[in-house]
C-alpha cells in the first residue's frame, strides 16, 4: 500500500490569485495523477505527473492553468493558477491503478473554495 | 461513449439495516471494476475490485457483485453502522493507461442512529 500526504487540506483564495498543493508518498513511485472533484460530480482526471518531464494533460486542462512540477519519484506539486470560483474543487493526488487489479490510492485531498 | 451511472443518488437508512447500492456501466474494452468509499473531505479508499472473471468479493460487512454480461455491479452493505455514511463510487476501467479510468458520480449513504 501507499500513504500519501496531501496539503492543504483545505483553504479559501481570493479571485485571481493561484495555490500549490503538495503531494507527498511514502514509497517511489512511477506515475502520480492528479484529480478534480467538482461538487456532484465524478472525479475528472486532471494529468498524469511524470518524473523528468512534462505532466501529461487530459483534453479540457492545460499547463498555464493547472502547471505540474514532478521533481522525483516521491513528490508532485499540482497549482491552481489565476483562480475563478469555477475552480472551487476537491483536488485529490493519486497513485497506482495503472495495472490490472492494482489498487489505486488517493490522497485525502484539498478542498479549494474562490471567492 | 464509457460512461458510468450509479444508483440510487442518495440514500438514507436506520443503523442496523442492509442496502444495496447499483452501478450500470458501459465501458469497453473492459479490464475491472472497482468500488471505494469516500468519507467527507477525505479522499477516496478502496473497497473491492473485480476483474472480468470475479463475479463476487467481499470486504468485511462489503459485497461487491459484477454481471459482465449486463454490465452491471452492486455493492452490498451488511448490518450498517454510522460509519458506514459515506459516498460509494463505482470506477471501471477500461484495458490501457491510467486515463481510461472512468468514476460514476457516486451514491451519498446516511446511515442514521
Known amino acids: 500500500s501507499a500513504v500519501i500526504s496531501q496539503k492543504p487540506s483545505r483553504d479559501i483564495c481570493q479571485r485571481g490569485t493561484s495555490l500549490t498543493i503538495q503531494c507527498q508518498v511514502d514509497?517511489?513511485?512511477?506515475?502520480m495523477f492528479w484529480y478534480r472533484q467538482q461538487p456532484g460530480q465524478s472525479l475528472t482526471l486532471i494529468a498524469t505527473?511524470?518524473?523528468?518531464?512534462?505532466?501529461?494533460?487530459e483534453s479540457g486542462f492545460v499547463i498555464d492553468k493547472f502547471p505540474i512540477s514532478r521533481p522525483n519519484l516521491t513528490f508532485s506539486t499540482l497549482t491552481v493558477s489565476n483562480m475563478s470560483p469555477e475552480d472551487s474543487s476537491i483536488y485529490l493526488c493519486?497513485?497506482?491503478?495503472?495495472?490490472?487489479?492494482?489498487?489505486?490510492?488517493f490522497g485525502s485531498g484539498t478542498q479549494l473554495s474562490v471567492l | 461513449k464509457n460512461q458510468v451511472e450509479q444508483s440510487p443518488q442518495s440514500l438514507i437508512i436506520l443503523e442496523g439495516k442492509n442496502c444495496t447500492l447499483q452501478?450500470?456501466?458501459?465501458?469497453?474494452?473492459?479490464?475491472?471494476l472497482r468500488w471505494y468509499k469516500q468519507d467527507t473531505g477525505r479522499g477516496p479508499v478502496s473497497l473491492t475490485i473485480?476483474?472480468?472473471?470475479?463475479n463476487t468479493k467481499s470486504n468485511g460487512r462489503y459485497t461487491a457483485t459484477l454481471d459482465a454480461d449486463t454490465k452491471q455491479s452492486s455493492l452490498h452493505i451488511t448490518a450498517s453502522q454510522l460509519s458506514d455514511s459515506a459516498s460509494y463510487i463505482c470506477?471501471?476501467?477500461?484495458?490501457?493507461?491510467?486515463?481510461?479510468?472512468?468514476f460514476g458520480k457516486g451514491t451519498k449513504l446516511s446511515v442514521k442512529p
Open positions: 452501478c450500470n456501466y458501459t465501458v469497453s474494452p473492459f479490464s475491472n
Open positions: 505527473a511524470n518524473q523528468g518531464s512534462e505532466a501529461t494533460y
Open positions: 493519486s497513485v497506482g491503478g495503472s495495472g490490472t487489479g492494482e489498487k489505486l490510492f
Open positions: 473485480m476483474t472480468f472473471s470475479e
Open positions: 514509497s517511489q513511485v512511477t506515475m
Open positions: 470506477v471501471v476501467s477500461a484495458r490501457g493507461s491510467q486515463g481510461n479510468l472512468i
